[in-house]
C-alpha cells in the first residue's frame, strides 16, 4: 500500500516549526538541505535565501516523513491563513493522542477540543502556532 507523507511551504520559518515538530514528535531531522547549499553557476541563489531551507525532513513513526520547505521570496507567499486541508495523525492511544494534541495544539487556535466523538473516536482538531492544521485521533477499535 503507498504511504503519504504531507510536505508544507513555510515563509521563511520552516526551521523554526520543524524544531517544534521534533520537540513534540522526538526523532531526527533525516534531511536538511539549505538554498545556499545548491548554488551554482546555473541555480543562483540570492544572499538573504541562502540560509532558508530547501527541503526538511522528519521521520515520525516507523514509515511516516513530515516535510517542508521555505518558499524563496521570488515566489511569493504562502497564505498561512488557508483552510483547505490538515494534516492527520493517527494515534496508538488516547495518552499519545493527548500528548502530540498537547504539544501541537500549544500557542496555536483550537477548533475542537480533543475529546470523545460521536463517531466512536478521540478526536481533537487545531491550527499551531505556524498556520499548520492538524486533526489528532486515536480509534479504539483498530
Do not use: C
Not at 51 to 78: Q, R
Not at 88 to 102: F, G, L, R, T
Amino acid at each position: 500500500m503507498p504511504i503519504i507523507n504531507p510536505h508544507v511551504n513555510f515563509n521563511g520559518n520552516a526551521e523554526e516549526a520543524f524544531n517544534f515538530y521534533k520537540s513534540v514528535f522526538g526523532g531526527e531531522f533525516s534531511r536538511v538541505v539549505r538554498f545556499g547549499q545548491m548554488a551554482s553557476a546555473d541555480f543562483v541563489v540570492d544572499e538573504k535565501e541562502a540560509n532558508k531551507i530547501m527541503h526538511i525532513a522528519l521521520p515520525i513513526g516507523k514509515t511516516n516523513e513530515l516535510m517542508g520547505n521555505d518558499i524563496p521570496s521570488f515566489m511569493g507567499t504562502v497564505n498561512e491563513q488557508e483552510n483547505r486541508s490538515k494534516i492527520v495523525v493517527a494515534a496508538q492511544s488516547k495518552e499519545e493522542a493527548d500528548q502530540i494534541y498537547n504539544g501541537l495544539s500549544a500557542g496555536g487556535a483550537v477548533e475542537m477540543p480533543i475529546s470523545d466523538s460521536p463517531w466512536g473516536t478521540y478526536f481533537g482538531m487545531f491550527r499551531d502556532k505556524y498556520g499548520i492544521e492538524w486533526i489528532i485521533e486515536f480509534n479504539p477499535s483498530n
